[in-house]
């Protein structure tokens, strides 16, 4: 079994720096990667920010030089620190974690989400 969890978000009014966290437990043998997703209404999920296992960072183009990714995949923790938000930003926001189970298998798992909402 592997539990993933966020916290943070909530209501911010545009320009507002919320921070969002994730932690990855259980029965893991390593954790390859954890991102970030996003999902708005009537839009597909995307992916916003992921870091890997060697602390690589990736951003989508509409959040770099506002969002920032860190964690330490050895501890299963990873941490969304959203600067500068839009409205835009608006989404739903799930935490992913590429893991390798101690069975071997790698999967994916995801957390349940958490909603961001800026508005003024």
């Known amino acids: 079994q592997v539990q993933v969890v966020e916290s943070g978000g909530g209501s911010v009014q545009p320009g507002g720096s919320p921070r969002l966290s994730c932690v990855a437990s259980?029965?893991?043998?390593?954790?390859?990667?954890m991102g970030w997703y996003r999902q708005a209404p009537g839009k597909e999920r995307e992916l916003v920010a992921i870091?890997?296992?060697?602390?690589?960072?990736n951003y989508t183009d509409s959040v770099k030089g506002r969002f920032t990714i860190s964690g330490d995949t050895a501890k299963g923790t990873v941490y969304l620190q959203m600067n500068s938000l839009k409205l835009e930003d608006t989404a739903v926001y799930y935490c992913?974690?590429?893991?390798?189970?101690?069975?071997?298998?790698?999967?994916?798992?995801w957390g349940q989400g958490t909603q961001v909402t800026v508005s003024s």
């Open positions: 992913n974690a590429k893991i390798l189970l101690l069975t071997w298998e790698p999967r994916d798992y």
């Open positions: 870091i890997t296992s060697g602390a690589s960072t």
């Open positions: 259980g029965s893991i043998r390593y954790i390859n990667a």
